[in-house]
């Protein structure tokens, strides 16, 4: 593999790593449920009446039934919209989600608030750099695990002026890619 080739595949990695902390579930809150990932809004949090939730989830949600009132409105809202979510996977879905839980509840601290940041720098990005971070993700994970292995082992081993140095190469060949291709043809403007 070519030296810019690798330099390469270690800014897709870069740049797929806030990508990376999607995968895992959204941190816990407080009484280990997860929160579901809701985009803040500016009205204050209405709360959620137990009475409003389906049998189905106050059965899935039972053993906060008798303090429900006495929780945040946040976290009912929290609580129902995962619950909500819960009920609408299937099996293989509901699987694979405690798997996510579970490996989220094995990490160190250090290692949860880490992944807390990236999550919050990538939810701060614009949507283009996010669709481009998906992106370069996506690419990561098509490449054959012993590349993508080799890749990782290389940006572990690398200090932070290396990594920078990295992610700056990759920029620049992206921009002369960029000013190579051609633009895309103009309709006419219509004849009236």
Do not use: C, Y
Request: charged share 20%; glycine share 4%.
């Amino acid at each position: 593999m070519t030296k810019a080739r690798k330099i390469l595949m270690l800014t897709l990695l870069l740049a797929a790593l806030p990508a990376l902390a999607q995968q895992l579930p959204p941190p816990p809150a407080p009484g280990g449920a997860p929160l579901s990932a809701a985009p803040p809004s500016a009205a204050p949090a209405q709360a959620v009446p137990w009475s409003s939730l389906s049998p189905d989830q106050q059965r899935l949600l039972g053993r906060f039934g008798g303090n429900w009132s006495t929780l945040p409105p946040e976290r009912q809202q929290a609580l129902a919209r995962g619950s909500e979510r819960w009920l609408s996977m299937s099996p293989e879905q509901r699987g694979a989600a405690q798997q996510r839980f579970d490996r989220w509840h094995a990490l160190p601290p250090q290692q949860r608030s880490a992944l807390r940041e990236r999550w919050e720098r990538f939810q701060s990005l614009p949507p283009k750099e996010q669709a481009a971070v998906r992106q370069n993700f996506r690419r990561f994970q098509q490449l054959p695990p012993e590349q993508r292995r080799t890749l990782r082992e290389q940006w572990r081993s690398a200090s932070p002026a290396q990594r920078q140095h990295m992610v700056q190469e990759a920029r620049d060949r992206r921009m002369r890619r960029m000013q190579h291709m051609p633009m895309s043809p103009r309709a006419p403007p219509p004849r009236h």
